[in-house]
């Protein structure tokens, strides 16, 4: 039977453990290879953890970003905190200015100057957004923290602080 058509790459295999004619007997009779000398890859090796941890060894979104010590982990913390306070002047902006786009009473029909800006803007707030989500998604407890604590505390900043249409006015806890 011709297998040329398969494109799968076995280099890192350990063929040694499966004999030719264990291999040719499984495939003709339908039952199951012993496939325990095949190297088989964990994603959960290689420095990602797929459970919340509290390590400070962690790359963070670029291999350049490296926590090994308190001290890098406590600035890398400030950083995802302080990307979550720009994600939400980002938002708080494109807000603002859509507040003062309605107040002109401009048409909603057409590409403007300002609609440009917004889209900007928006692909800005979708960055950072996707960048704190895969901060998260490194399961460490401290990156995590910072990222909810970060964005807790830009949002009562920016909606308790800097209301765009009195979004504070109901809610008490901002008085």
């Known amino acids: 039977m011709d297998h040329s058509h398969h494109h799968h790459d076995h280099s890192g295999h350990d063929h040694a453990a499966m004999d030719s004619t264990t291999a040719s007997s499984a495939s003709t009779t339908g039952m199951p290879m012993d496939m325990s000398g ?6 959960g090796e290689g420095g990602h953890s797929m459970a919340f941890h509290g390590g400070l060894n962690q790359v ?9 010590t308190p001290l890098s982990m406590i600035l890398s913390c400030i950083v995802v905190v302080l990307l979550c306070f720009v994600m ?13 786009n309605k107040a002109k009473g401009t048409s909603n029909s057409k590409v403007t100057s300002h609609r440009l800006i917004d889209a900007c803007l928006h692909a800005v707030q979708l960055t950072i957004s996707y960048m704190l989500m895969l901060v998260f998604m490194t399961y460490n407890a401290w990156l995590c923290v910072a ?9 009562l900043l920016f909606t308790c602080f800097l209301p765009v249409e009195d979004e504070c006015a109901a809610d008490t806890a901002c008085h």
């Not at 095949?38 to 994603?43: D, I, L, T, W, Y």
């Not at 963070?60 to 090994?68: R, Y």
């Not at 990222?147 to 949002?155: D, F, I, K, N, Q």
Request: proline letters at 0%.
């Open 88 to 100: 939400e002047a980002t938002r708080w902006s494109r807000l603002k200015r859509e507040e003062a």
């Open 60 to 68: 963070v979104l670029f291999q350049f970003w490296e926590t090994a």
């Open 147 to 155: 990222t909810v604590v970060g964005e807790v505390l830009a949002r």
């Open 38 to 43: 095949h190297a088989h890859h964990n994603h």
